[in-house]
C-alpha cells in the first residue's frame, strides 16, 4: 500500500530548531514535496526534492533519503508565524499522483 | 499575475444534490488536480486533468466527476451528495511535472 507518515503534533519555542520527519512507502518514486497550511487556508509550497540530500532555502531546509524512504523538514529561527499544518507528498511513480501525509502541527510558543 | 482561483468559496448543499466547483488555474499552467481535505487530515487526491482528459483518478466513487476546458480550467462535479461529503475541495496547477500551486479552496457543508 501508499503510506506517508508524519508526526501529528509538535510544540517548539521561538528562536528555536525544529525538525519535522516524514516516512514514505509509496508505488514508485516521482519527488517529495512539503507545504505549509495555516488554519482555514490552502497548502503553500515550501520544498521540493527529487535527488537525495539538503535543499536550503532560508530559514527552511529540507533532506531527502530515497533508500530509507525518509524526509526532514528544517526550520530555524522559529518565529510564532511558523505555527501552522506542515504536509509532506510524495508524487508516485505514475508522476501525475501526488500523495499526502496527514500533516504535522507545529506550535510555536513564545 | 493571479494565482489559482476557486469558486465558490463556501458552498451548503443537501444530501442528495448535485454540485459544480470551479478552478481556474494559475497563468501559464496547464494541469489540474484536484483533493479533497477533511478536517484534520492531509488532501486526499480525487484526479488529475492534462489536455481535457482525466489522467488519473483516486480512490474516489464515480459520483465524483470533472472536466478541463480548453483554457485549462476546470470543475468538479458530485454528484448525490452525502454528509461525508462536507470538506475543503483543493484545486492545484502545475505546468506538466512541476510544482503544484492551490487554490483557497471550496469549503462544501452537506446537510
Known amino acids: 500500500g501508499q503510506n506517508i507518515d508524519q508526526p501529528t503534533e509538535m510544540t517548539a519555542t521561538e528562536g528555536a530548531i525544529v525538525q519535522i520527519n516524514c516516512t514514505y512507502q509509496t508505488s514508485g518514486f516521482n519527488g517529495l514535496f512539503w507545504y505549509q497550511q495555516h488554519a482555514g487556508e490552502a497548502p503553500t509550497f515550501l520544498s521540493y526534492?527529487?535527488?537525495?540530500g539538503l535543499e536550503e532555502k532560508g530559514r527552511f531546509s529540507s533532506f531527502l533519503s530515497r533508500s530509507k524512504g525518509y524526509s526532514y523538514l528544517l526550520l530555524k529561527e522559529l518565529q510564532m508565524k511558523d505555527s501552522a499544518s506542515y504536509l509532506c507528498?510524495?508524487?508516485?511513480?505514475?508522476?501525475?499522483?501526488?500523495?499526502f501525509g496527514a500533516g504535522t502541527r507545529l506550535f510555536v510558543k513564545a | 499575475d493571479a494565482g489559482v482561483t476557486q469558486s465558490p468559496t463556501h458552498l451548503i448543499k443537501t444530501r442528495g444534490q448535485q454540485v459544480t466547483l470551479r478552478c481556474s488555474p494559475k497563468?501559464?499552467?496547464?494541469?489540474v488536480s484536484w483533493y479533497q481535505q477533511a478536517l484534520g487530515q492531509g488532501p486526499q487526491f480525487i484526479f488529475q486533468?492534462?489536455?481535457?482528459?482525466?489522467?488519473q483518478r483516486g480512490n474516489f466513487p464515480d459520483r465524483f466527476s470533472g472536466h478541463q476546458f480548453p483554457n485549462y480550467s476546470s470543475e468538479l462535479n458530485v454528484n448525490a451528495l452525502l454528509l461525508g461529503d462536507s470538506a475543503l475541495y483543493l484545486c492545484?496547477?502545475?505546468?506538466?511535472?512541476?510544482?503544484?500551486?492551490f487554490g483557497q479552496g471550496t469549503r462544501l457543508t452537506v446537510v
Open positions: 507528498a510524495v508524487r508516485d511513480g505514475g508522476g501525475f499522483k501526488t500523495i
Open positions: 497563468s501559464g499552467h496547464d494541469t
Open positions: 526534492n527529487v535527488l537525495d
Open positions: 486533468y492534462y489536455e481535457e482528459e482525466e489522467r
Open positions: 492545484a496547477s502545475s505546468l506538466r511535472g512541476s510544482v503544484a500551486f
